[in-house]
Structures are given as C-alpha cells and as structure tokens.
C-alpha cells in the first residue's frame, strides 16, 4: 500500500503542473485585465501597475515567475485586493469553507445512506416511492432556488434563522448554508445508495447469508452494506474536493466570506493571482480525496488490492 501511495503521489506533480499550466495560459486569453476598470485608468498609471506587479513582462517570463513563486508556496498578492496576499486570503476564508462543506458532506452522507438503504429496504413499496420521488426533487432543484426558499421562509417569515452573514462561526449562521449544499447531495447519495444496496442484497453471499439463518440486522449492516458503500466512496471523493473548497452560489446568496466568493470576485475582476491560487487549490483537494477513495476501497473490498 506505501509503495502505491508513494507511486500517486508522484503521479499527482505531473498532473498539478498541467493544470496549473492550463489555467495560467486560458485565463491570459480572456479580455481584459486587473486593471482595466470601467472608467479607464490614466496609462501612465495603468503602466506603473503593470510594471509594479510585473504584467509588462513577456508571457513565457510571468509564468516562470509564477511557478518559481509557488514551488515555495507563495500563491503572490492579490491585484483587486491590494492590502492582502492571496496567502492571506485563503488563511482567512478556507476554514469557513472547510467547515460548511465538511459539515454538508456529512450530513449528505448519513441522511443520504440511510434514506437509501429504507428505500432498497422497501423495494417498490410506499417508502421506496416517497424516497424517490424526493430525491428526484432535491437533485434537479438548483442551490440557487433552494437558498432563497430557505432565507425567505426560515429567515424573514418565522425568524428562526438568519439569512446571511457568518457570525463568527455561530450555529445559526452554519444551517441555511449547510442545508442549501447538503440537500442535492443527499438525493445522490440516497438514489446511489438505493441502486447499489439492491443489486447488493441479491448477490449469491447474501442470499447465503440468509439460508444460515443471520439476523436481518446482520445481513444488511455487516454484509450488503459493506458491498453497497462503494459506490458511496466513489461518490465521495469528488463531492468532498468541491464542497470543502467551497461553493460559489452558496456562499455569495448568504453572504460568507469563504474561497468561493473570493473566486467570484476574482473572476470578475480578472485577478489573476487569486484564481490561480483557487485553481490549485482545488486541483490539490481533488488528487487527495481521490486518493484517498483508493484507499477506502482496499480497506473495504478485501478482493482490492494495489501490491
């Protein structure tokens, strides 16, 4: 298992450096700059700028110059944001997404699983319809409608909760958001957790299971779950990359200062340094939590092995 690990790992540079290649060339192309602004700057000033922050030099040269920095984790200043580094940024707005999508992804998986094993459980029956048919609804539902449904109701009708604003991290400020990006991801996984508990729960060793006289308790959680959480795992390990990077509509519509409305700003503003910063970021989210999907799967499935 180390010796694969180790061989991901340096599978994982390559990849990183292509993406980081990619985004720093595409996101040249785009029109505009970080200082184009709608009223124009006097050129001389816009001169100074590009100069200061080093956008007069050739292309080739900028990206040299940017790899060199990142290789010794300097992701470099923020160009709309000129007090901070994008350093900072992240140290300032990571942990708030890190906690709304740790806390979504978990709540996604356990309601999610356990919905998902009462429908394949209740196989065309009353309770299977009811879950599907609300899974159905939660997965084709947008963030963007779901948010405002629950600051209009939860917020400025009953006054349970309020509609934006982090509050230093407090409880109330944590459910709106948190419920917006766990409810699509509960219908995944409950409809995932449906298909694969069933074709489980039909398999040969279960069917055994079963003839050996085992408890129903026994045979669904020691032995068709353990078979039916793989696709789950599969499942995860993207879904946890992009709801702890943060997620942009969420994040802008309650008003969090996490890494998705920085993005947005960043985008829109053409700061080349926080986008970047953002791109990597994820990428590096990304390769971990897949990385970590293979190794579940060999702790799960004893028939995975990667010696």
Do not use: C
């Amino acid at each position: 298992m180390l010796t694969y690990v180790i061989k991901r790992f340096f599978t994982a540079i390559p990849t990183l450096f292509v993406i980081v290649t990619l985004a720093f060339f595409l996101i040249r192309v785009a029109p505009g700059g970080p200082f184009n602004q709608e009223r124009g700057l006097a050129p001389e000033v816009k001169a100074n700028l590009e100069r200061a922050y080093g956008l007069d030099d050739p292309l080739w040269r900028q990206y040299l110059h940017y790899l060199s920095n990142l290789l010794h984790g300097n992701f470099g200043p923020s160009y709309n944001l000129p007090d901070f580094t994008v350093g900072e940024l992240f140290a300032k707005g990571l942990p708030v997404s890190v906690q709304l999508g740790a806390s979504a992804l978990i709540l996604a998986l356990f309601v999610g699983g356990v919905l998902g094993i009462v429908a394949a459980l209740n196989q065309n029956k009353l309770g299977d319809y009811l879950v599907i048919a609300t899974a159905t609804a939660g997965s084709t539902i947008p963030t963007f409608v779901i948010a405002p449904i629950i600051q209009l109701f939860f917020g400025l009708t009953w006054m349970l909760l309020p509609i934006g604003g982090w509050g230093d991290g407090a409880l109330v400020n944590k459910i709106g958001p948190v419920l917006t990006l766990s409810l699509p991801q509960i219908a995944i996984v409950a409809r995932l957790m449906r298909g694969s508990m069933i074709e489980s729960l039909r398999s040969h060793h279960i069917r055994t299971a079963r003839a050996l006289g085992l408890s129903d308790w026994s045979v669904v959680v020691r032995h068709a779950l353990r078979g039916a959480i793989l696709p789950i795992i599969s499942y995860a390990g993207p879904a946890a990359a992009a709801l702890l990077t943060g997620s942009v509509i969420v994040e802008t519509i309650f008003a969090i200062p996490g890494v998705g409305r920085y993005f947005v700003d960043a985008a829109l503003n053409r700061d080349y340094t926080l986008v970047m910063g953002t791109v990597v970021v994820i990428a590096i989210f990304t390769i971990v939590f897949n990385l970590i999907v293979d190794i579940l799967y060999a702790v799960v499935d004893p028939r995975v092995r990667y010696d």
